[in-house]
């Protein structure tokens, strides 16, 4: 089956700067890659998914990029604000069930 | 509307009881997922359902542990003589449809076990 990998664990930056995060799949088949953040307490929710026919999406401040070849997706955050300190997970799928990776821990330092 | 409902949202029990988690997906979701979240861990897969399909079984950790999900609807997890390593956040997810790609998972509040 499909195994995500996700680095780094944690994650600290200055409030304004950029927070990326990589994520690698195993399954070359896989062709949705969402992410999901979970503030402390909560349900994780869905921020942003990419589809294997493009290679980048962003919205707003999130932007994500997908690397077929290298099987590898990454999320970027730009001018981080306190709120958007969190756990991120990303997930993979295809004709697998939807796996994540064991998340990142961002702490955004006013 | 009414998002995932899970009970209860804690269950504290001895080592060596059953336990049955429940969960009611979205009205209409097909697709019916459960996850464990450890302390500071990641979402661990455990198990799938879609529709009257087979439910994939291949993230279940030990045959203790067990999945049911009647009328295409409300899924029970069930953990059999539970250990202490069990105790985790039991989190279910359901989607509108079999792809998660073309419907995102909503996620209920999950389920605090804790195995005394």
């Known amino acids: 089956g499909e195994n995500v990998e996700q680095h780094p664990s944690t994650l600290s930056v200055q409030e304004g700067d950029s927070a990326v995060i990589k994520c690698t799949y195993s399954?070359?088949?896989?062709?949705?890659f969402p992410w999901y953040k979970q503030e402390l307490g909560k349900r994780p929710q869905l921020i942003i998914d990419i589809r294997s026919n493009v290679g980048e999406k962003k919205d707003q401040r999130i932007a994500v990029t997908l690397n077929k070849t290298a099987k590898h997706f990454s999320l970027h955050i730009t001018e981080t604000q306190p709120e958007d300190s969190a756990v991120y997970f990303c997930g993979g799928s295809g004709n697998t069930p939807l796996v994540f990776g064991k998340g990142t821990r961002l702490s955004v330092i006013a | 509307g009414a998002g995932v409902s899970q009970s209860p949202s804690n269950k504290v029990t001895e080592k060596g009881k059953d336990v049955e988690l429940r969960c009611d997906p979205i009205?209409?979701?097909?697709?019916l997922y459960w996850y464990r979240q450890s302390l500071g861990q990641g979402l661990e897969f455990l198990i799938y359902f879609q529709g009257n399909s087979a439910p994939d079984k291949s993230g279940l950790p030990s045959d203790r542990f067990s999945a049911e999900r009647t009328g295409g609807s409300v899924s029970t997890l069930t953990i059999q003589r539970t250990q202490q390593e069990d105790s985790a956040v039991y989190l279910c997810a359901s989607s509108v449809n079999r792809d998660p790609g073309n419907s995102p998972l909503h996620f209920g509040n999950g389920t605090r076990l804790t195995v005394t």
């Open positions: 009205s209409g979701h097909t697709a």
């Open positions: 399954d070359s088949a896989s062709n949705y």
